[in-house]
């Protein structure tokens, strides 16, 4: 059974970053594409970036130029850095092996002053 535990969410000002983790238990993380989705209330979940297991990204929406995927395969580990946080990004952020049913827990990020 893979697990993926999203970690890293918090209360930050606009314009201040914030760095997401996504641990998964196994190897296959390595093996495959990781997204990266965020839900905001009575909102439908989107998605936000991605990662190919060779290191390809791609971005979505508004978060071009503000936020960077990344991952650490020996760590099994798919890291999201947010930067020039907006109000607009509070959501739950949660992680999903692509194309499967493997979902995190999710992990609240607010953007308020």
């Known amino acids: 059974q893979v697990q993926l535990v999203e970690s890293g969410g918090g209360l930050v000002q606009p314009g201040g970053s914030l760095r997401l983790s996504c641990a998964a238990s196994?190897?296959?993380?390595?093996?495959?594409?990781i997204s990266w989705y965020r839900q905001a209330p009575g909102k439908q979940r989107e998605l936000v970036a991605s990662i190919t297991s060779g290191g390809r990204t791609n971005y979505y929406g508004s978060v071009k130029g503000r936020f960077n995927i990344s991952r650490d395969n020996a760590k099994n580990t798919v890291y999201l850095q947010m930067n020039s946080l907006k109000p607009e990004y509070t959501a739950v952020y949660y992680c999903?092996?692509?194309?499967?049913?493997?979902w995190g827990q999710g992990t609240q990020v607010s953007v308020s002053s």
């Open positions: 999903r092996v692509a194309s499967t049913t493997y």
């Open positions: 196994g190897s296959i993380m390595s093996m495959s594409v």
